[in-house]
């Protein structure tokens, strides 16, 4: 059974077509791909699946729920969390506060509980603690716990807000870009901790420009090109597919 | 491996867990330090200098105020510009309430909450959902509006002559009516609410708020309703201001609409900014320069003849904000930070 299934989905700007009538479905457990050129509408399609804008029309499904329509933080706490193209991290925080941000939803901290500092707020904050620093370990960041996010070099800042994501315990993990600006070595790393994840039983969907990694990766690719589908199959497939190489390299 | 994977989560943690503690440490000796200065100021507190402590109760009353809406505005990025209104709601719902119902204070007391919260929900609930400046021009409509209602509305209020007479607090068996008694009533109160915020800040909900305020979206896409969290606050910083009215009309026994004119919410903002924002100890500094500031001002008009300290004070506020703004934009408590004084945020590198 799919965990996503996008029908029809639309997203129109002041008459301006960025996701035209797509739809796809994506398998439980796998890792997929959104790739295309540039306005495309990969990132828009991104902001509907994670409800940070709302459709024109069209209908997502998560888990069999209708999600579209959602607000973002009705929507992560269902199991979908997404990260951003450019990184968004909490500056005013550590490392470790930000992915404790994270872990938020799971704990449900109350006002009360934490003014009068009931016993159960220090429960609530040692397992979020332990926690994130599991996550912190997972990506490699635990020894830069205490520094400020911002103190963190470009390749670390996408690993903490990978962490960040996961702390909200997802089920499906939304990427977008997260190779961007990194160098050889980073997103060589980074294609193993998708896999990582992937083996934690979390299904990844990834918007990226580095083909290398996309081929290297993922299950399954869909092509988007001026907002709509054009292809969609195994890396082999898409590399082989005609419309794909019209749609990068012209006519 | 598994076991020493477990055992290095463990470690790190506990590690983690003690370097909180030994920071929580460091910040609860300067809780103490401003418990013994208050409990120990009065001593020191004698002669012609004893007007010092009624002024210190106004002091209370104000750390009260600018602690609420040092939430609202540091942690939230939202101002309120009619703050002094939601004082004036607090100390004219306690007065009414013990003058035309002879209600307890203490029971007028918690009422007075209810109805500013009510209050703060209806305006907070459309404005807070919209992103910009949308409640700090809803709150100023409300803070002008207030005065003159108190003002109109005088078989209720008493008009622009205010209410006398109303009761003290009272304990049974003596009244909170003496400067020393009320000074430590208030002070108690500041001092719990202090504490409050403070537990609040350093929480689960204080770094959502500092999610929100560091980036909205990014906060929302972890699960974090924006608009929930600052309606929540927005509706504390109301109910501290209520605190605080109900408060100041059960010490000064008068109230009258001036007191809650919309210049005092213009101060408060400006105490805010000055104390430093998003800081609790900057509430705290903010509201002591805005009772010194007129202080100082008396002291110079009795030295220098012929000058308006009234115009002066407003002159005064204004340099303040900009030497402020320009030299240390975090405010006095950003500036004792920044020398180690309150350490607010540990740089390590481990």
Redesign the interface.
């Known amino acids: 059974m799919s965990i996503l299934e996008v029908n029809n989905l639309r997203k129109e700007f002041a008459g301006l077509v960025a996701v035209a009538d797509v739809s796809f479905a994506i398998n439980r457990g796998e890792i997929a791909a959104i790739i295309g050129p540039n306005g495309a509408g990969k990132t828009t399609t991104f902001n509907l699946l994670s409800g940070v804008t709302d459709a024109t029309s069209g209908e997502v499904r998560y888990d069999g729920q209708v999600i579209s329509g959602l607000k973002s933080y009705q929507i992560t706490p269902l199991g979908v969390v997404r990260t951003f193209q450019n990184v968004r991290l909490f500056h005013n925080m550590t490392v470790m506060e930000n992915v404790m941000t994270g872990h938020h939803i799971r704990v449900k901290p109350k006002m009360l509980t934490a003014a009068i500092r009931l016993p159960k707020f220090f429960r609530q904050e040692q397992i979020t603690m332990e926690y994130s620093i599991k996550l912190l370990d997972f990506v490699g960041l635990e020894e830069k716990a205490q520094l400020m996010a911002d103190q963190l070099p470009y390749g670390q800042q996408r690993l903490l807000e990978i962490a960040r994501a996961l702390a909200t315990q997802p089920k499906l993990l939304l990427l977008d870009e997260p190779a961007a600006g990194l160098n050889l070595k980073e997103t060589t790393e980074l294609s193993r901790l998708i896999r990582r994840i992937q083996r934690q039983g979390i299904t990844i969907i990834l918007v990226e420009h580095d083909m290398e990694l996309v081929m290297g990766i993922a299950d399954r690719i869909i092509v988007l090109d001026r907002g709509q589908k054009i292809a969609e199959g195994t890396p082999e497939e898409i590399r082989n597919d005609q419309k794909v190489i019209t749609a990068y390299l012209g006519e | 491996m598994f076991f020493i994977y477990v055992q ?2 463990f470690w ?2 506990s590690s ?2 003690l ?1 909180r503690k030994q920071r929580s440490v460091k910040k609860n000796i300067w809780h103490l330090a401003l418990i013994l200065l208050v409990a120990l100021l009065p001593l020191v507190i004698r002669g012609s200098y004893s007007y010092l402590l009624s002024l210190m109760v106004a002091g209370g009353i104000y750390v009260i105020l600018v602690l609420g809406l040092n939430l609202l505005m540091g942690y939230t990025g939202q101002i309120s510009l009619g703050h002094a209104a939601f004082y004036g709601i607090g100390a004219y719902s306690s007065a009414i309430m013990t003058m035309k119902y002879g209600l307890s204070p203490w029971l007028a007391f918690p009422a007075a909450i209810a109805i500013t919260c009510t209050f703060a929900l209806f305006i907070g609930i459309p404005t807070l959902r919209l992103h910009g400046p949308y409640l700090a021009m809803a709150t100023l409509g409300i803070g002008i509006i207030f005065t003159k209602v108190m003002i109109a509305w005088d078989t209720f209020t008493g008009g622009p002559d205010g209410i006398y007479g109303i009761p003290n607090f009272s304990l049974g068996f003596t009244a909170i009516d003496t400067d020393i008694k009320q000074y430590y009533f208030v002070w108690l109160v500041a001092i719990l609410i202090f504490i ?1 915020s403070y ?2 800040v350093n ?6 708020l ?2 929100i ?3 909205e ?10 608009a929930r969290y600052k309606l ?1 606050i927005f509706i ?1 910083s109301a109910a501290f201001a209520s605190i605080a009215g109900s408060l100041y009309t059960h010490c000064r026994l008068f109230i009258s609409p001036q007191i809650f004119s919309f210049m005092l919410s213009v101060k408060l903002v400006t105490m805010v900014v000055i104390g430093g924002m ?1 800081n609790v100890w900057g509430g705290l500094i903010g509201a002591l320069i805005l009772i010194a500031i007129p202080e100082f001002l008396t002291i110079i008009s009795e030295n220098w003849q012929g000058i308006n300290t009234t115009e002066l004070e407003i002159a005064i506020y204004g340099l303040t904000l900009v030497l402020v703004m320009i030299f240390t934009p975090t405010g006095f408590a950003g500036m004792l930070a920044k020398i180690g004084l309150l350490r607010k ?6």
């Open positions: 290095k989560v790190e943690s983690e867990l370097l409050l537990n609040i929480s689960g909900i204080g770094r959502a500092k999610a305020d560091s980036n979206t990014a906060a929302e896409v972890l699960g974090i309703n924006a929540m504390l998003a945020q540990k740089r390590i590198s481990l």
